[in-house]
């Protein structure tokens, strides 16, 4: 059928469709941590103060100034459950790649966790858009916050291309 990978059975085209997973899986990870580590935001005050924040400093500084419940829930959905719907997909991309047989309990880890792959990228977009509407002050998207909507759009991909509602 056009537009569709080749049989794993088909030689090289076989092969494609055995290790793409597995490159696309390593690529949102790669991405992840640039997403977590880059600043992804960066706040103007009185047209010459500026910040830059990334992710992984917005949840670290939420802890150190005792936003326990706020840095938990951020660290949770932009460090932890990417992390782990990545690992997860990882292992099912492997044992295809290998020819070893999925593991149905890693396919359904990956639809619980996928479920919030967005979250993160749609509530920085609502405190950009919040800051800009204040009008105290103004902020602007940086590439973390890019980086992180490439890593959760990667790892759709990937869960789309493993098909892991079919894993057995």
């Given at each position: 059928?056009?537009?569709?990978?080749?049989?794993?059975?088909?030689?090289?085209?076989?092969?494609?469709?055995?290790?793409?997973?597995?490159?696309?899986?390593?690529?949102?990870?790669?991405?992840?941590?640039?997403?977590?580590?880059?600043?992804?935001?960066?706040?103007?005050?009185?047209?010459?103060?500026?910040?830059?924040?990334?992710?992984?400093?917005?949840?670290?500084?939420?802890?150190?100034?005792?936003e326990y419940f706020l840095g938990v829930v951020l660290g949770a959905?932009?460090?932890?459950?990417?992390?782990?719907?990545?690992?997860?997909?990882?292992?099912?991309?492997?044992?295809?790649?290998?020819?070893?047989?999925?593991?149905?309990?890693?396919?359904?880890?990956?639809?619980?966790?996928?479920?919030?792959?967005?979250?993160?990228?749609?509530?920085?977009?609502?405190?950009?858009?919040?800051?800009?509407?204040?009008?105290?002050?103004?902020?602007?998207?940086?590439?973390?916050?890019?980086?992180?909507?490439?890593?959760?759009?990667?790892?759709?991909?990937?869960?789309?291309?493993?098909?892991?509602?079919?894993?057995?």
């Amino acid at each position: 059928m056009a537009g569709t990978l080749p049989d794993e059975t088909a030689g090289d085209g076989g092969n494609l469709r055995r290790w793409l997973p597995l490159g696309v899986v390593a690529a949102a990870a790669v991405c992840l941590v640039l997403g977590l580590t880059l600043p992804s935001l960066q706040f103007y005050r009185f047209f010459f103060l500026s910040e830059e924040h990334s992710l992984l400093g917005v949840t670290v500084a939420l802890l150190d100034e005792g936003e326990y419940f706020l840095g938990v829930v951020l660290g949770a959905f932009s460090v932890v459950f990417p992390g782990l719907k990545l690992l997860v997909l990882a292992r099912i991309a492997a044992g295809r790649a290998f020819g070893r047989n999925g593991w149905a309990g890693a396919a359904r880890l990956a639809g619980i966790f996928g479920r919030w792959s967005m979250l993160d990228v749609v509530l920085l977009a609502l405190v950009v858009f919040a800051v800009k509407r204040s009008g105290l002050a103004d902020a602007a998207a940086l590439p973390g916050i890019w980086f992180f909507a490439a890593s959760a759009g990667l790892s759709i991909v990937a869960a789309r291309l493993l098909d892991v509602h079919k894993v057995s």
